[in-house]
């Protein structure tokens, strides 16, 4: 079965600090691998995904991510956070023509000014 | 564009009470999703309609009954509910095709005392 496991649960940083959260999943077949962010009481928005092609994505607000085949990871970056970024940060990916999301448990991130 | 629209936004119950949670979308999307989302957890996916006519289970179905009623709309109905099932559930839709992008709904928040 897929699963999906983010490293770090809950993340402090200062604004214009640098982040990366980690990602990884084990799934044998081809993937899709998506970042979904959650805003403070709001429904989670597609932040970015994988589907095939270059495996750097790069996804709204500045963020991007490195799809690592060998190493089964889809880790998530931004060069300098903003107090906006203040958020959950959810991993999820899908074999090749399934129909259902496996999403990580989440991180939360506190971007302090 | 209302996109997939979840009612109600907040309800309480009692143990052994029943509800339905409804949920509806305007994209014509052929799948529909019904997810739960638990502190620590990140989002289960209770339910899946692959198509009209179509649903199977996902991670953790027991408890929960679903019901396609056509193309726009997916029920989650909660037979009898117990304080286990007090979460935030979100509906979410595909469309068909390889682009496995969910788009999700703004939750209900459920409490069961």
């Known amino acids: 079965a897929q699963s999906v496991s983010q490293h770090n649960h809950h993340v402090i940083l200062s604004e214009a600090a640098s982040l990366e959260l980690g990602c990884n999943y084990s799934?044998?077949?081809?993937?899709?691998l998506f970042w979904y962010v959650q805003y403070p009481g709001q429904h989670l928005q597609l932040l970015l995904k994988?589907?095939?092609?270059?495996?750097l994505v790069k996804g709204i607000k500045g963020f991007e991510a490195e799809f690592i085949k060998s190493k089964f990871s889809f880790n998530l970056r931004k060069p300098s956070v903003q107090w906006s970024d203040t958020a959950e940060y959810f991993c999820?990916?899908?074999?090749?023509?399934?129909?259902?999301?496996?999403f990580g448990k989440g991180t939360s991130l506190l971007v302090t000014p | 564009n209302a996109g997939v629209t979840q009612t109600p936004k907040f309800q309480v119950l009692k143990t052994g009470q029943s509800m339905t949670l409804q949920c509806a979308q305007d994209m014509n999307h052929n799948s529909m999703y019904w997810y739960r989302q638990d502190p620590g957890m990140g989002l289960r996916l209770i339910y899946y309609s692959a198509s009209e006519g179509t649903t199977d289970k996902g991670e953790v179905p027991n408890g929960y009954n679903v019901s396609r009623l056509n193309k726009r709309e997916f029920s989650l109905r909660l037979e009898s509910a117990a304080p286990s099932q007090t979460s935030v559930y979100f509906c979410?839709?595909?469309?068909?095709?390889?682009?496995?992008?969910?788009?999700f709904g703004a939750g209900s928040r459920l409490t069961v005392l």
């Open positions: 799934y044998g077949g081809t993937v899709n």
């Open positions: 999820a990916v899908t074999g090749l023509g399934g129909y259902a999301l496996n």
């Open positions: 994988y589907f095939s092609g270059d495996p």
């Open positions: 979410a839709s595909r469309a068909s095709g390889t682009d496995n992008v969910l788009t």
